[in-house]
């Protein structure tokens, strides 16, 4: 790791607005404070933006984007591929950053860098890929030219649970297509955001192309921004009642829209499942990032001629994890990331175990300071009970049965979101018949973790619109233009 200290690296960390090129304090100086979740303890100060930066940031995207759109494409890709390798140098210092921040084991940060960093090797060579159309019209009385063009400004919005590669995924495609942006990292992991800008910086980004502000009052420094006529573009990553406000406020303008909203992934094992791979898939479907992340499975539906056998070995794997400050050598799960995402997981937890579930392991805040629970597995879940409705995003296993197939698949799909699922099955022909049938933008078959630079991801119903990474994802920030060229 860094050489540093962890309080002196964290000095080095940028503190300010980015705008315009330049590190900016935000109006009259406000600042606001980012905690350690694993001992609740302040680590850095930053700056607080005001509505007025905010609009200052979009200023500069606008201003640079006509010169930004204009740069070649070889040339952007070029800044994202200098990025790609800066981060790969600094990858044990913006691990480091994420497991202060954030509170994820440090072996996951680590992987978190490397996921993060394809997409700006991905988009790097994407941006010279992007291409339209030229040929007859059917009547042959002239000529067809399509082509795509930069839809303009963007407004990327982050959440705080991937706060690496949350940002690299949206700016490294809007940057691709010739875009300039705004981003807002969420408030309570925003170093990262301030680190990675920092490092666009240092590849060579023109000023004003990619601008960042921090605030602690995000709807009113936001709504101005999406409000504004020169910004054509919204990504959002977050809950679905925030994504939905958010639609509701680009209406005004027509933006372009991108939505990854909430999940409540279905993890679905038959009866004929290799059950190693299922433990191994559920292991890593659930408690990645401490279970924390949109893409988590959140309902585990097993046949209930395995779901006794599934049960005992999940919960022999979760009682050899460690608990502790994902520095620590050894860790395997870290705090979540405040108080209240701990009170949410053991309301859920114990709203199942009054409904009739059975706890197995876990089950209880972990006492001490930092926002500890201890991961858990609970079976027997009863249909009705919150936890099969409602995101858990907490170290929760909670196990359902089913008894046919028909039924597995109404259990997976009775729920207003589709994210992701997962299927374990040894029969092809059921994996097809997932495939074809479960509700979901993405699916893992006899796999626990789906995400990757080059396959789109997002989901449908309230799970959001619009694909990010894979050759989906430059799409969502280019315009399509056509052009009729007559023949005489």
Not at 367 to 395: A, C
């Amino acid at each position: 790791m860094t050489a540093l200290s962890e309080s002196e690296f964290l000095a080095t960390v940028p503190h300010q607005l980015y705008i315009g090129g330049k590190w900016v304090d935000a109006e009259g100086g406000k600042t606001l404070t980012v905690s350690d979740p694993a001992t609740g303890e302040p680590i850095r100060t930053i700056a607080n933006a005001s509505p007025a930066d905010g609009m200052a940031a979009l200023d500069a995207a606008v201003a640079a984007a006509d010169s930004w759109a204009a740069t070649p494409a070889r040339q952007r890709g070029e800044i994202l591929r200098r990025a790609f390798d800066l981060m790969q140098e600094r990858k044990n210092e913006f691990a480091l950053l994420m497991t202060i921040e954030m509170g994820k084991p440090l072996a996951e940060a680590l992987g978190e860098v490397a996921y993060g960093g394809e997409f700006l090797r991905w988009f790097s060579e994407e941006a010279v890929r992007i291409s339209g159309r030229y040929g007859p019209n059917p009547e042959g009385t002239g000529t067809m030219v399509v082509s795509q063009r930069p839809v303009g400004p963007c407004f990327l919005i982050t959440p705080w649970n991937f706060p690496l590669a949350m940002a690299t995924r949206k700016i490294a495609p809007a940057l691709a297509a010739g875009c300039t942006v705004v981003i807002k990292p969420a408030e309570l992991t925003p170093l990262t955001t301030l680190y990675f800008v920092q490092l666009l910086e240092d590849a060579g980004l023109p000023a004003g192309v990619v601008n960042v502000f921090t605030t602690s009052t995000s709807s009113a420094v936001s709504e101005p921004i999406i409000r504004d006529p020169r910004l054509r573009k919204l990504s959002f990553t977050g809950s679905t009642s925030v994504g939905q406000r958010l639609i509701e406020q680009s209406a005004t303008n027509v933006l372009r829209t991108s939505m990854e909203l909430g999940g409540n992934a279905p993890f679905i094992v038959f009866e004929d499942a290799d059950l190693d791979k299922a433990v191994d898939g559920a292991i890593i479907a659930k408690f990645r990032n401490i279970g924390q992340a949109c893409t988590a499975a959140n309902r585990f539906i097993v046949h209930e001629d395995v779901a006794e056998e599934f049960g005992r070995r999940v919960a022999q794997r979760v009682r050899g994890f460690t608990i502790g400050r994902g520095t620590e050598a050894g860790v395997t799960v870290g705090p979540l990331i405040n108080d209240k995402a701990v009170d949410k997981a053991d309301q859920l937890v114990q709203d199942a175990i009054s409904r009739g579930a059975t706890l197995v392991v876990g089950g209880k805040r972990v006492e001490g300071p930092g926002s500890f629970y201890e991961p858990t597995v609970i079976t027997g879940v009863v249909p009705g009970s919150d936890i099969l409705r409602d995101e858990i995003f907490g170290p929760v296993v909670s196990i359902i049965t089913f008894r046919t197939e028909e039924e597995g698949i109404r259990l997976a799909n009775d729920t207003e979101y589709g994210l992701v699922g997962y299927v374990f099955t040894e029969s092809l022909a059921r994996g097809q018949r997932m495939i074809d049938q479960l509700e979901t933008g993405m699916m893992g078959l006899n796999v626990g973790v789906v995400s990757n630079a080059a396959a789109p991801f997002g989901g449908v119903k309230l799970s959001g619109l619009g694909r990010e990474g894979g050759l989906e994802g430059i799409r969502e920030y280019l315009s399509t233009k056509y052009t009729l060229i007559p023949n005489s």
